[in-house]
């Protein structure tokens, strides 16, 4: 073993937390622990050893804005300028296939994102805060294996087994923490793991050397090479994109690139990418473009998931335990996730021991600490679960991108910024609702956008650039609203007023999806989506904006139907497109 901690130094010693697993959660929650609550004796138990190698098996390099100002919290924010790449935002290729770059839809920012995200190398940023959290006081143990986690009781210690360099040690401690990843021993002993209708797999290697997309496009593309920000598109996590799969290129701080593949079950099998071998077959065939430009790259590591979703019945205990990251849910990479979870759950980890540390009763919050995460992980796999055909129908996906933004910009990371976990319980679950809503709204947009995908395959994307977001917008207004501090009934004031937008731009979704199938898709599509059900319904007093053109249209329009209009641009219209907006008429009638 390396010259680290010994726990043989440490025979006896009684630990405030004890956290099991060393990866990005654990190290993460040790770091917050000795920033929030700096008299806790923290122990960490890790099994690998440094020096990592700084392309780790792992994913989890993109970060978005909950999970990076998580990290720009616990003062990283030098530390990820210095040593990663500040993220050009999310960029997407929809269309699949054999179709070169330059003739699919391109979704992606046209400026520079004022709240900041992160590539992370997971290998260097994990080798780095291992050396940060013991200089701020946690014992780091590595070359452990956590054998038994013993959960006791009431006031009882815990008991953690694990073995380090051959020998077996007990640690004792008042707070376990299972952050073990995968293997999850509390999840695993308590039988905590539940299943996920998001079915879905993954595989993925790093290449050394920096792949940049605009390689991909020939140099005669002159329209496609001077888009807004062209030269920086490298920075984005691109995402390449088909019917049921989606492949991401990621930059890393270290020069190296991760590229990964997605595929959902429904049209893709596991079987098809579970060897690197397998994995570069359906690039060839896929994405034969990426796969040519690989050729030249050499590939560093490899590793796959199947079915790699699930979620969890608890996460959290009154009886001292926790579960944070992949040891409690995972949900998807798509949209990058991961840190925003394992923010969300080190922060009620947190919240509980301190809590318990000021002697306060902690029934209460942890059973609203574990019905609010089953909510925001439901909530989240609901955004995936019916995508696999709109991956590869560009006018759907870049619908999808406009709510998802929407949705997640205004309630989750609202949630996290404006700290409303601190807040008592009665206080906090009043935010329920309004979670709520935007759960019900995203379910309606994604069930709407599946069935047009499928129904209504595109045949050929257009060759367009959707600028998301692009200012001035609605997308513009969430994403600066990032930066503020709000009281409490301030915030509710604000995710209640972007509820009640949401569900406008739900209206708007839905006018414009049947006006461009027509009546007889267009009925269809509604049927699948379940619309006859929904609580709201297009104002018949919309639609006959839709007869006009230009300004009279326009100034008839509401600001939130302009700034979806602005955005998707001007909408696709059937040759019977009335007929198909009469549909609408019935839910307002019946309304």
């Known amino acids: 073993m390396s010259g680290g901690a010994r726990l043989s130094d440490n025979e006896g010693q009684f630990w405030d937390v004890v956290i099991c697993g060393g990866g990005l959660a654990g190290l993460l ?55 990663h790449l500040i993220k050009f935002a999310l960029r997407f290729f929809p269309g699949g296939g054999d179709r070169p770059l330059a003739e699919r839809t391109e979704i992606g920012p046209n400026g520079e994102p004022v709240v900041r995200s992160y590539q992370l190398d997971r290998g260097r940023f994990e080798e780095d805060v291992r050396g940060m959290i013991v200089d701020r006081g946690a014992s780091l143990f590595e070359g452990v294996q956590v054998k038994d986690i013993a959960l006791a009781p009431g006031e009882e210690p815990h008991t ?10 007990t640690l004792r401690c008042r707070w376990a923490v299972d952050a073990t990843g995968r293997t999850g021993l509390i999840r695993r002993d308590l039988k905590l793991k539940r299943g996920s209708p998001q079915v879905a797999n993954a595989s993925w290697f790093r290449v050394k050397g920096k792949l940049d997309i605009n390689s991909l496009v020939p140099a005669e593309e002159t329209t496609w090479h001077a888009r807004p920000y062209a030269s920086e598109r490298w920075r984005s996590t691109n995402h390449l994109m088909g019917a049921g799969y989606w492949t991401w290129i990621i930059p890393l701080g270290t020069g190296n690139t991760s590229i990964g593949v997605v595929v959902h079950d429904a049209l893709h099998g596991f ?41 969890v019945a608890r996460a959290w205990s009154e009886d001292r335990w926790a579960l944070v990251g992949e040891a409690g849910a995972f949900i998807d990479p798509f949209y990058s996730p991961g840190t925003d979870f394992i923010a969300i759950a080190n922060a009620y980890t947190a919240e509980l021991i301190k809590m318990d540390r000021r002697g306060e009763a902690l029934a209460d919050k942890v059973r609203s600490f574990n019905l609010t995460y089953r909510s925001l992980v439901s909530g989240a796999i609901d955004v995936y679960r019916q995508a696999a055909h709109v991956y590869g129908h560009g006018r759907a996906l870049s619908a999808k991108i406009y709510w998802d933004n929407f949705s997640y910009w205004s309630f989750p990371c609202q949630y996290w910024q404006q700290r409303l976990y601190e ?106 989506a379940g619309y006859w059900d929904w609580d709201l319904a297009v104002d018949p007093e919309r639609l006959p904006l839709e007869e006009l053109r230009g300004m009279s249209r326009r100034h008839g329009l509401s600001a939130i139907a302009r700034d979806v209009e602005r955005t998707l641009g001007p909408p696709v219209r059937h040759d019977d497109a009335a007929a198909a907006r009469a549909l609408l008429l019935r839910k307002s009638a019946a309304a």
């Not at 138990?45 to 392309?55: F, G, I, S, V, Y």
């Not at 953690?160 to 040690?169: L, R, Y």
């Not at 796959?304 to 979703?309: E, H, I, P």
């Open 271 to 311: 079987d098809e990418i579970r060897t690197l071998e397998r994995t570069q077959a359906w690039l060839a065939e896929h994405e034969p473009v990426l796969h040519e430009a690989l050729k030249s790259y050499e590939i560093m590591d490899f590793m796959c998931l199947k079915g790699y979703s699930h979620q």
């Open 160 to 169: 953690v087994t694990a073995v380090q360099a051959g020998e077996t040690h």
């Open 423 to 528: 807040l008592p319980v009665a206080e906090h679950d009043q935010f329920a609702m309004a979670g709520a809503r935007f759960v019900q709204l995203s379910n309606y947009v994604q069930g709407l956008l599946a069935a047009w995908a499928e129904l209504v395959p595109v045949a050929a994307p257009e060759a367009q650039f959707v600028a998301m977001p692009s200012f001035p917008s609605l997308l513009v207004d969430a994403h600066l609203a990032l930066q503020n501090k709000m009281t409490t009934a301030e915030t509710k004031a604000y995710v209640e007023r972007r509820a009640r937008e949401g569900a406008e731009v739900v209206r708007e979704i839905v006018l414009r999806v049947v006006q461009e199938v027509g009546p007889e898709i267009g009925a269809e599509v509604l049927r699948r």
């Open 29 to 83: 929650l040790a770091m917050q622990l000795r920033q929030e609550a700096p008299e806790l004796t923290v122990a960490v138990l890790e099994r690998t050893e440094r020096p990592l190698p700084d392309a780790a098996h792992k994913v989890g390099e993109s970060s978005v804005e909950l999970g990076s100002q998580y990290l720009e919290r616990l003062g990283l924010e030098p530390y990820l300028l210095e040593r």
